[in-house]
């Protein structure tokens, strides 16, 4: 539809249609703002717009909340699944202050006892990992110089850091291969970027890389526990925080399963085209990692380096492996469930309940480096537990498995921004195109790809709003 057409017919609709006839709303079909996305970044922002009396709809494509996070059942244990985001830390302000407004309350991931590692077929164990100590040097040498980089990476804009051409115009993995000098050292640091960013480091901007470390603080934070970014977990799941806010929010401010086709503005109003209609507003907010927010037709079209930015926005998207047993066996034996290993098993971590019902062992896997066919994928997934925890780990009661890449309206979890994307576009993430504002985590100056930063996001995009209105 062209865009005169399309203006034309929205503003014919909007002066007799309601929210009746799009859903079972009861709101005029006029509001102040849009936001599109219900994930916790969409909703802090209604959540702040509500509080400065701006009348809002939210309107989400899925037919629930929470966009990357999302509590899977255990159908054996009744444990709470954490399919997506799950662990918050003491650094990260907003989402612990909101946690505690929602009355929702927070664990400590276990991290007793013993890690282990499987490298080559070799399965190491506590002081075995860092049993050399010219791997442990060089291991910290290399931290060191990334936190020093870091450092000089400004928050507002890295695109503007004094080495910010050369280093976009590198991958980390170069990087890594030309700084680092023993292997044991080079291997734990990729496992390490696998886990922070689910891809190679050969696939990554070295700028983006050092964005990401210094939105976290440093790269201590990112890879550790206590202290660190993966702290703390919900008793109810992650999730559950967005069904709070909705909850708040109401029925009547949120539309779900109705995914917003275009995006349509003039001088005075904005128009929301949806699979059942069209809402008016004054401003929109678009709630999205920027790859998603590009099925989004907008009229008058995006600038140019947006809609680049979007194009080349570099998305990833894993399993996220929940194995159950009876109980958390390997506490018995000393293990603390960490793990890390070159099987294609990134990562391994005691993701038991915090009840106790049941010993649960997640593994977070590289996209492509496990079988396809599900079956197969398990026996490997749980060959490599037996390989790390022993026999006991061969029986497990439930095999639960989230991938995110058949998630329709999700793009990627994880953001492994490749070169040359953060300097030539990277100024538009949280630029205002007109009377469309842009949020989600990945506009987040601080814990950029946590849910602390899409929860901040939110907020200033409401905040950049009410200035509008």
């Known amino acids: 539809m062209k865009r005169r057409t399309f203006i034309k017919a929205a503003a014919a609709a909007t002066a007799s249609l309601s929210l009746t006839h799009l859903s ?27 509080k400065n009396d701006v009348s809002v709809l939210i309107v989400e494509a899925r037919s629930r909340v929470g966009g990357r996070t999302y509590n899977q ?36 991931t276990w991290n007793e006892d013993e890690a282990v590692g499987l490298f080559e077929g070799q399965r190491l164990v506590g002081a075995e990992l860092d049993s050399d100590p010219e791997t442990v040097e060089d291991l910290e040498r290399v931290i060191t110089l990334i936190n020093e980089m870091a450092v000089t990476v400004p928050l507002q804009a890295p695109w503007d850091a004094v080495n910010a051409n050369s280093w976009d115009a590198q991958y980390l993995g170069d990087w890594l291969d030309a700084n680092v000098q023993m292997q044991g050292a080079r291997d734990e640091l990729e496992a390490g970027v696998a886990s922070i960013l689910d891809a190679p480091s050969s696939q990554i901007s070295l700028l983006w890389f050092l964005f990401y470390v210094r939105s976290a603080g440093s790269y201590q ?17 992650a999730q559950q925080i967005s069904i ?20 349509a503005s003039n001088q005075k109003h904005v128009y929301i085209q949806l699979n059942s209609g069209v809402v008016e507003a004054k401003q929109v907010i678009v709630a999205m ?20 930015l979007q194009k080349n926005w570099a998305t990833s998207s894993g399993f996220k492996i929940h194995i159950v047993y009876p109980s958390a066996f390997w506490r ?26 049941s010993g649960i062992l997640i593994v977070f896997a590289e996209a492509g480096q496990l079988p396809n066919d599900k079956v197969q ?15 006991e780990a061969a ?33 538009t993430l949280r630029l205002s195109t007109g009377r469309v504002h842009w949020a989600g985590t990945e506009a987040a100056l601080v814990w950029n790809g946590y849910m602390e930063g899409a929860i901040r996001a939110g907020k200033q995009a409401a905040t950049n709003v009410i200035a509008e209105l």
Request: with cysteine; hydrophobic share 40%.
């Open 73 to 108: 059942p255990a159908n054996t244990s009744g444990a709470i699944i954490d399919g997506g985001g799950q662990w918050i830390g003491p650094t990260q302000s907003e989402i612990l202050a909101l946690a505690q407004e929602l009355e929702i309350n927070i664990f400590d």
């Open 395 to 427: 029986t497990p009661v439930e095999y639960i498995e989230m991938d995110w890449a058949k998630e329709t309206f999700t793009e990627g979890c994880e953001s492994p921004l490749s070169i040359n994307v953060l300097t030539r576009y990277g100024h």
């Open 221 to 237: 934070i990112l890879q550790s526990v206590e202290g660190g970014a993966q702290q703390y977990r919900f008793v109810e799941g």
């Open 244 to 263: 709070r806010m909705a909850q708040e929010l109401g029925k009547r401010r949120i539309i779900l399963g109705e995914p917003v086709q275009q995006v």
């Open 332 to 357: 018995a034996a000393g293990l603390s469930g960490q793990a890390t290993t070159d099987t294609g098993v990134s990562s391994v971590f005691d993701n038991s309940p915090a009840s106790g019902t």
């Open 24 to 50: 079972a709303c009861k709101l005029s079909s006029k509001v102040d703002v849009v936001v599109i996305g219900a994930g916790l970044s969409g909703l802090s922002a209604a959540r702040e717009l509500v």
């Open 377 to 391: 994928r398990m026996q490997q997934v749980v060959g490599t537990l037996v390989q790390l925890f022993g026999n």
């Open 289 to 308: 990692m920027p790859a998603d927010a590009e099925k989004i037709t907008f009229s008058p079209p995006l600038p140019q380096a947006r809609s680049s």
